[in-house]
């Protein structure tokens, strides 16, 4: 689903052509609306192809596959997803049991959403990733997700999630918009399977095969004295592929808030050269 480049085409039946929403927009978009998904690119000469891959739709279906990840998203530059999904666990007894959500393969912990009152989101047809509102231009696509019902928080009045993806200048910004009614922890993460490196409170550079991208993140509206917090560890489940070390980026608040506006920035980099200074590993 989020693998870059793609050749998308929506089949529909004979004489029922997409719908405007779900037309392929050539190499610039395309937005299944039914499903909840829209995968933008950038394709510029001279450039390396830039792209984002977005998730919502309901937690709740499929329950015997699905994941519990609205909002989740992918980021592929050079054609390497390197803000990425974790993928698939190996599946054993517990995969398909009450201890499913267990594994941060399949809860939300092990994607690129919030966390929220250290709560992660809840399973069910009303856990909803809701897109309420898109915006798509030659130069930049938006769309915006009501995360609410997707958390089982006190004192949560809303979560949203706003994803700006420009093609002319590429870059993808992810805004999370939060209110409560009692200051309550918040926090985000960032995924990857690739080599990354620290720079600082909320900045990474994260690369693999000459490709890289900065990943930046700000906090707005929550007060001066609050700060992001890294906090880097495996993605664990009961048993993972041969290979595969999916690393959690976590991006959390110092403190409790009642509003908070996190903005994740990620552009197009400079891979670093193979001998230069200490990164994170696969």
């Not at 009152?117 to 798509?136: N, P, R, S, W, Y």
């Not at 070390?245 to 193979?274: F, W």
Request: a neutral charge; hydrophobic letters at 35%.
């Amino acid at each position: 689903l989020f693998g870059f480049p793609l050749p998308l085409k929506k089949e529909t039946p004979a004489g029922s052509p997409a719908s405007p929403e779900e037309a392929d927009a050539g190499d610039k978009r395309v937005y299944f609306k039914d499903e909840s998904v829209l995968i933008c690119r950038s394709l510029q000469p001279g450039r390396a192809p830039f792209g984002l891959a977005i998730k919502g739709g309901k937690n709740g279906l499929p329950m015997s596959h699905g994941h519990n990840d609205n909002g989740t998203y992918v980021v592929a530059s050079g054609n390497v997803p390197l803000v990425a999904d974790p993928g698939m666990e190996v599946y054993t007894k517990s995969s398909f049991g009450p201890r499913r959500f267990e594994s941060m393969m399949m809860n939300s912990y092990g994607h690129s959403v919030p966390i929220i009152g250290k709560t992660l989101q809840k399973t069910g047809h009303d856990a909803l990733g809701k897109i309420v509102e898109t915006t798509f231009t030659d130069e930049q696509d938006t769309l915006k997700m009501d995360l609410t019902t997707s958390y089982d928080v006190p004192g949560l009045e809303r979560v949203v999630r706003t994803f700006i993806f420009n093609r002319a200048r590429p870059s993808v910004e992810v805004i999370d918009e939060a209110d409560f009614r009692a200051p309550t922890e918040f926090g985000s993460a960032v995924v990857t399977l690739s080599e990354w490196k620290e720079q600082g409170p909320g900045s990474f550079l994260i690369h693999e095969q000459g490709a890289a991208v900065q990943v930046t993140v700000t906090v707005e509206g929550a007060g001066p004295d609050v700060r992001i917090e890294n906090k880097i560890e495996p993605i664990t489940a009961p048993q993972l592929p041969q290979g595969l070390k999916p690393i959690r980026l976590g991006l959390n608040l110092s403190r409790p808030v009642t509003h908070v506006v996190m903005r994740t920035l990620i552009v197009p980099a400079v891979a670093p050269s193979p001998a230069k200074g200490p990164s994170g590993t696969k």
